[in-house]
T-cell receptor, first 112, second 112 residues
Framework: DAGVTQSPTHLIKTRGQQVTLRCSPK?????VSWYQQALGQGPQFIFQ???????QRGNFPDRFSGHQFPNYSSELNVNALLLGDSALYLC???????????FGQGTRLTVV | SQQGEEDPQALSIQEGENATMNCSYK?????LQWYRQNSGRGLVHLIL?????REKHSGRLRVTLDTSKKSSSLLITASRAADTASYFC????????????FGKGTTLSVSS
């Protein structure tokens, strides 16, 4: 079982650009959540996808959007990047209704 | 915003000693979980305790939950150098789905 896989592992973007991060959930998991973790902080919930729809959303602007595909994999898109978007972006998957989450290794995004 | 607050922020101990870290949260919950993170990578689920449970054990881990005080503690017995990591508590707010709300974490350093 491959677990949760994220790509890429590292990314450097310029302010104002757009970025897409990808996540493949653990086998058998149909719910995918995304978190942003700034240096020295705990992860902050961005949004959660289930059955290809956004089910819950945290306190993040509309520049953050996502998508879930029929195979349950997911993408996180961030438009008009700001320096403050530099962070570790974590994807987590879980079976329906289960809060125990399995995390990927994250994508380290640096905005310059 | 962060739901939980871990205490202490940092903890340094010797191998073989016990490590205790505490977590406080703000709203009613379904359950509380503890996660470990090594060197800013993915989070690993350690243990989940439900709101109707008061204590739970898993190997060298002991978790307590006091819902009247909205607090939890994680005890790691006989610490090893490999336990060096950041530890986060995470809650899911009652009736607010399965999104996790994390605290800022406790950084544990175990020296040999």
């Amino acid at each position: 079982d491959a677990g949760v896989t994220q790509s890429p592992t590292h990314l450097i973007k310029t302010r104002g650009q757009q970025v897409t991060l990808r996540c493949s959930p653990k086998s058998g998991h149909d719910t995918v959540s995304w978190y942003q973790q700034a240096l020295g902080q705990g992860p902050q919930f961005i949004f959660q996808y289930y059955e290809e729809e956004e089910r819950q959303r945290g306190n993040f602007p509309d520049r953050f959007s996502g998508h879930q595909f029929p195979n349950y994999s997911s993408e996180l898109n961030v438009n008009a990047l700001l320096l403050g978007d530099s962070a570790l972006y974590l994807c987590a998957s879980s079976p329906t209704g289960n809060t125990e989450a399995f995390f990927g290794q994250g994508t380290r995004l640096t905005v310059v | 915003s962060q739901q939980g607050e871990e205490d202490p922020q940092a903890l340094s101990i010797q191998e073989g000693e016990n490590a205790t870290m505490n977590c406080s949260y703000k709203t009613s919950i379904n359950n509380l979980q503890w996660y470990r993170q090594n060197s800013g990578r993915g989070l690993v689920h350690l243990i989940l305790i439900r709101s109707n449970e008061r204590e739970k054990h898993s190997g060298r881990l002991r978790v307590t939950l006091d819902t009247s005080k909205k607090s939890s503690s994680l005890l790691i017995t006989a610490s090893r150098a490999a336990d060096t990591a950041s530890y986060f508590c995470a809650t899911d707010a009652l009736q607010a789905g399965t999104a996790l709300i994390f605290g800022k974490g406790t950084t544990l350093s175990v020296s040999s």
